[in-house]
């Protein structure tokens, strides 16, 4: 590897280099951030390195194609491992590059916004319950009371669809949550806005990021991709009982996976609704390891019954690398932890777990920041399932074998593609 110098008059023997080289060159030099580690600066080599992007992250560049040649530059700063800088080819004078370049900024802007999801899934709901009743205790107990008065009068509202701000679901922080693994939407199918729909995604993982970044918002454009419909992601009934926290999911159009608001949903007069639900739920998270892909469907035949309900199209969704983000502690399903877990479960609605990601300042440290792993979220093809008020056990037993069968073979044709192995399938507990 060659290692780059700085540009100087006297290193010009007679013609001079392409301009275009040049600028590069000096760009090298002028910005830290951009220098090939291992190669530093004569006016800099005793200085301590500039600041970069979130140690371990993503390069700050990516290769580009400039006609015939190429530019491959790896970020420098204190982030880069070594030998990771690449010779600087001459490109052609007749062709331009466009920036691919990604900023110490738009990094940091990626790990806040992947980090805010993070603290707001796992701690707005305590935080604000106990402020609320910690202020009751204060000068300014009136808040408090203001508050319960209106939660007390709102109270049903979760249960008729709840109350959603578009603004809020097409705010540009999700774009940035996107890019940081990145997140994308995948369409097999079209879904026509003259029916209803049950989305039931898999699987569940430890958060639900790509359900909730393509369905609960419109950064990957899912409103462009399945005109005319309107999308309901469900969560447990109990978070919705939380103060403050019920209102920030209502606002992205969360509603709970209680019988009557899924009944409500589906029973309106308008076509295209179409209700997201994590069928595996809080048991299929202790199966969130990485590499692995067990789901709990065997015995989950309640979305089937709503289905058949309301005539409603089954729709197999799956989230490649949902279980990748995290690091996480499995127990036997005989240990006594794994009791624990079930019984905690059977109480309280959801199943304590032990994972971990990466620290926010270093990737050699833990913490809760998620690795950047892609999730590819893909919608499969609608399945049609007729009306029926009072289904049967056989007609339940029918469609949810037809349904697992179709989310099976929707794995199969994209877990390539999606970097999964081919020797690799689903296992249904």
């Known amino acids: 590897m060659h290692s780059l110098q700085p540009p100087s008059s006297a290193q010009r023997p007679g013609a001079s280099p392409n301009r275009l080289t040049q600028a590069v060159q000096r760009s090298f030099w002028r910005y830290p951030a951009l220098r090939i580690q291992g190669s530093p600066s004569p ?3 005793n200085r301590p390195p500039a600041l970069g992007g979130p140690e371990g992250l993503v390069p700050l560049a990516r290769e580009t194609s400039c006609g015939a040649q190429t530019f491959l530059v790896c970020a420098g700063g204190p982030g880069a491992p070594a030998g990771r800088g690449h010779r600087l080819q001459q490109a052609s004078p007749q062709t331009s590059c466009g920036p691919t370049m990604k ?3 738009k990094q940091w802007l990626e790990v806040l916004g992947a980090y805010q999801y993070v603290l707001t899934f796992l701690f707005m709901g305590p935080f604000f319950s106990l402020l609320i009743l910690f202020l009751l205790f204060t000068s300014f107990w009136s808040v408090s009371v203001l508050y319960l008065v209106w939660l007390f009068l709102d109270w049903d509202t979760p249960k008729q669809g709840g109350r959603r701000f578009e603004w809020i679901r097409n705010s540009a922080m999700w774009k940035h949550v996107r890019d940081y693994y990145p997140v994308k939407l995948v369409k097999t199918a079209e879904l026509p806005p003259d029916r209803n729909y049950v989305l039931s995604v898999h699987p569940h993982g430890i958060m639900c990021m790509g359900a909730f970044c393509n369905f609960s918002t419109d950064v990957n454009g899912f409103s462009k991709k399945f005109p005319g419909i309107q999308t309901s992601v469900t969560g447990l009934d109990i978070l919705f009982h ?37 069928v595996g739920g809080a048991q299929e998270s202790l199966y969130a390891i990485p590499g692995k892909h067990c789901l709990i469907l065997r015995n989950r035949k309640g979305f089937v019954r709503l289905a058949l309900r309301h005539g409603a199209s089954l729709v197999p ?12 502690k499995a127990f036997a399903t005989n240990s006594w932890q794994y009791m624990c877990q079930i019984t905690f479960k059977r109480i309280m609605g959801f199943s304590p777990c032990i994972f971990w990601g990466r620290g926010l300042f270093s990737a050699n440290s833990w913490g809760l920041l998620p690795f950047a792993r892609p999730i590819t979220t893909v919608v ?30 929707l794995f199969e044709d994209h877990k390539e593609s999606c970097g999964v192995l081919a020797s690799t399938h689903l296992t249904f507990i």
């Open 317 to 328: 969704v799956y989230s490649f690398g949902e279980n990748d983000i995290f690091k996480f």
């Open 43 to 45: 006016h800099t080599r």
């Open 242 to 278: 939380l103060p403050v926290y019920r209102d920030y999911l209502m606002s992205y159009g969360l509603c709970p996976v209680s019988r009557q608001s899924l009944d409500f949903i589906l029973s309106q007069p308008q076509r295209g609704q179409a209700v997201i639900i994590m």
């Open 103 to 105: 900023s110490v900024q």
């Open 380 to 409: 499969g093809r609608p399945i049609p399932v007729p009306q029926r008020l009072d289904p049967t056990e056989e007609e339940v037993d029918h469609y949810h074998m037809l349904f697992m069968e179709a989310l099976e073979q």
